[in-house]
């Protein structure tokens, strides 16, 4: 594997890691604010983004790569709002997709083909995070802090599950 890309990937793992703990951070707040469904939701997403860091991980291994593993920034604890996680869930999925974006165009500028096409499962990956993140800052948006509103929404988060998708994806 190429000097360079190895720097990059596992640059993006610690991104990943990062997401994890983000997004437990989040659930931890919903947790603390009685949105147990929300927490739910935030958990689930988090066990995403460490079955993301470790796709990355095996991959720099299975290429004959070394693993680097750095420090992993404090994420943020508070919020004011549900609608205020949910934008800034978002926010950073755009920030991620950008991430993978800069894998492609490094990985065709390498002319690593192999990676270009493993990458190609997060490019597509990150369409649905986006989406789903979308989803719910216009449900929110509706919502407006609403109680019955909320309480309704908060259940329906909480029936998120995750189910790591089979290996042949």
């Not at 990062?18 to 066990?47: I, P, T």
């Not at 680097?68 to 869930?89: G, M, Q, R, Y």
């Not at 990150?126 to 609403?146: F, I, R, Y």
């Not at 909320?150 to 998708?165: H, I, K, N, Y």
Request: one cysteine or more; a negative charge; proline letters at 2%.
């Amino acid at each position: 594997m190429l000097e360079k890309m190895e720097a990059a990937l596992n640059k993006q793992v610690n991104e990943e890691l990062f997401s994890y703990y983000l997004y437990q951070s989040m659930s931890a707040w919903f947790e603390e604010k009685g949105l147990k469904g929300f927490a739910v939701w935030m958990a689930n997403q988090a066990k995403e983004e460490m079955f993301h860091a470790m796709r990355f991980y095996d991959y720099i291994h299975g290429r004959g790569g070394k693993v680097e593993l750095e420090a992993i920034a404090k994420p943020k604890k508070n919020w004011t709002s549900a609608l205020n996680i949910f934008e800034e869930a978002l926010a950073h999925e755009q920030h991620i997709t950008a991430c993978i974006n800069d894998l492609v165009t490094l990985s065709r500028s390498k002319k690593d083909y192999a990676t270009e096409a493993v990458l190609q499962w997060f490019v597509t990956e990150q369409v649905e995070e986006e989406s789903n993140a979308t989803e719910w800052v216009d449900k929110l948006t509706m919502a407006k802090d609403a109680p019955g509103a909320m309480f309704m929404l908060d259940r329906e988060a909480g029936q998120r599950t995750f189910a790591p998708p089979a290996a042949a994806e």
